[in-house]
């Protein structure tokens, strides 16, 4: 069994004067319901082994904030620069990519790409705001294997 659980990054501030997009902030909301987010985790005992972050800043803050839902020093946290706003091609290769002894995965990314992948595994999710997450259970062994074919369950929070 694998799970993956899929994490659109919290509310962003819009940039400041001569920000870059890969700079921005969370809002103070985005802040609360990453917190909220992260007590959903440890309440429902969501425990990834890996966490594949996008490098931008409002990813690896709200990752972070995840981060204080578990004992994070049992966590491989991976930081990107090709996570930054990859699309759904990109995504599926480097889940199916993912080393076999990781059970739980957790991205932390962007639309529109992690919304579309969210609607690969479960048509009924149009898309993902900001501090939601679909988790996606595969009956499989292998992350290569995991597709549409292999889902026993999938809910967004």
């Not at 932390?108 to 009924?124: I, R, W």
């Amino acid at each position: 069994m694998k799970t993956l659980l899929l994490v659109r990054h919290a509310k962003t501030a819009p940039a400041g004067p001569g920000q870059t997009d890969h700079a921005r902030a969370l809002e103070d909301s985005g802040v609360t319901d990453a917190g909220k987010l992260a007590h959903h985790l440890r309440k429902k005992n969501l425990i990834p082994e890996q966490i594949l972050v996008s490098s931008a800043n409002r990813t690896q803050t709200t990752a972070h904030i995840l981060l204080t839902a578990f004992d994070s020093s049992q966590i491989d946290v991976v930081v990107s620069d090709e996570l930054y706003l990859a699309d759904e091609a990109f995504l599926r290769d480097v889940i199916a990519n993912v080393r076999d002894d990781i059970s739980t995965l957790m991205i932390v990314g962007h639309n529109p790409g992690l919304s579309e992948l969210a609607h690969h595994f479960d048509h009924d999710v149009q898309g993902m705001r900001p501090a939601q997450m679909l988790c996606v259970e595969f009956d499989s062994k292998h992350w290569i294997h995991a597709n549409r074919k292999h889902i026993t369950h999938t809910r967004l929070v």
